[in-house]
């Protein structure tokens, strides 16, 4: 699942246990993950909540909240290299 809010755009996997955050207007090609940085965890956590409220609204029943933290072992595919 994905929301996006001005400059900025979330993605949760929660199956795999991973989200991104993005600002797309300082990365339109969404290369640097900005879920780690600390400064951006209310950021996420705002979005995430957005995103339940649209689940709800749509009838969505997928738990993304419960699965969000990115395992440490997980290393995102290269693309485009």
Do not use: C
């Not at 965890?41 to 738990?63: C, P, T, Y």
């Amino acid at each position: 699942r994905a929301i996006r809010q001005g400059d900025w755009k979330l993605i949760v996997y929660p199956q795999a246990g991973r989200r991104q955050l993005f600002n797309l207007k300082e990365d339109p090609e969404e290369l640097n993950d900005l879920s780690d940085v600390s400064t951006q965890q209310q950021r996420i956590a705002e979005l995430e909540l957005k995103m339940i409220e649209l689940q709800r609204e749509q009838g969505d029943a997928l738990k993304i909240n419960e699965q969000t933290k990115q395992p440490s072992a997980f290393t995102p595919p290269e693309v485009g290299v």
